[in-house]
């Protein structure tokens, strides 16, 4: 378990939301699923901050264009969010939201990288992102699935200056993304043969099961869908679960926080 009172460093995943059709109805699956309680602002439009005991996890809130698939984003920490957003643009990405103030809260952007991959930038104000990670409930890990592996680290080593650890076989082609900070691995990005040709890249987001049986099987009940069931692997046991309105996200184990 991890509680976060300051900004997270440049480069780290450290936000998660959903862009959801209906706000209430996740609100109630993520709820039984996990636990998790909520906050609102009327000045927030709609958006939710998830909490556990009272710190932030996550954010639910309506999706902005209709259009979209309901999805869970990935947001990136940084400095200077502007910045950020023009080394975006120099990489070969585009971006969606331009930089701009969320209340007192922070400044955010939304980009696409090279391979169409969606994520946020997120300089923290007020809001730091997540205030607890890698327990039951909480965000515990983001990888970018790709078909086009070269491109994307180079396009990520360049936006947020990361280097790369090769995990070698487990029958997949995949590496850690080091934040400059620290060489802390916060990240992942795996070669994902299995994309269908209109499909862009995405951001996987996982959160963390003290049983990932039980909270798949639960989830299961209240009437998502498993697109990978429970299965063991060298990484811990895990599942990808499809939510009530189409999000995929995945569950993997720790171990139960200590009392």
Not at 101 to 123: L, T
Not at 205 to 227: C, M, N, P, Q, Y
Not at 232 to 253: K, N, T, Y
């Amino acid at each position: 378990m991890t509680t976060k009172i300051s900004k997270w460093p440049p480069g780290t995943p450290m936000w998660v939301d959903l862009s959801i059709d209906d706000v209430e109805s996740a609100r109630d699956f993520y709820s039984r699923l996990f636990g998790w309680g909520y906050t609102s602002d009327d000045a927030a439009g709609g958006y939710l901050l998830a909490h556990l005991d009272g710190h932030a996890v996550a954010g639910l809130g309506p999706k902005d264009d209709a259009a979209l698939p309901p999805s869970w984003t990935t947001f990136l920490s940084s400095d200077d969010a502007g910045a950020t957003a023009a080394q975006v643009k120099a990489a070969g990405g585009q971006l969606l939201v331009p930089p701009s103030d969320v209340m007192d809260a922070g400044r955010m952007a939304v980009a696409a990288d090279s391979g169409g991959a969606v994520f946020g930038i997120w300089q923290a104000g007020n809001h730091i992102g997540a205030e607890r990670v890698n327990e039951h409930g909480s965000l515990c890990w983001n990888e970018l699935h790709t078909r086009d592996y070269s491109a994307a680290r180079s396009f990520y080593a360049d936006v947020f200056g990361f280097s790369y650890h090769d995990i070698d076989g487990h029958d997949m082609v995949y590496s850690t993304c080091l934040r400059p900070k620290d060489a802390r691995e916060v990240a992942g990005i795996q070669l994902d043969s299995a994309l269908p040709g209109e499909t862009p890249d995405y951001w996987l987001t996982w959160f963390a099961s003290d049983d990932v049986a039980a909270t798949a099987a639960l989830a299961e009940h209240l009437g998502a869908k498993l697109l990978m069931p429970v299965s063991d692997s060298p990484f811990g046991r895990m599942a990808i679960v499809q939510g009530l309105q189409g999000e995929v996200f995945g569950l993997i184990a720790v171990a139960p926080a200590e009392n």
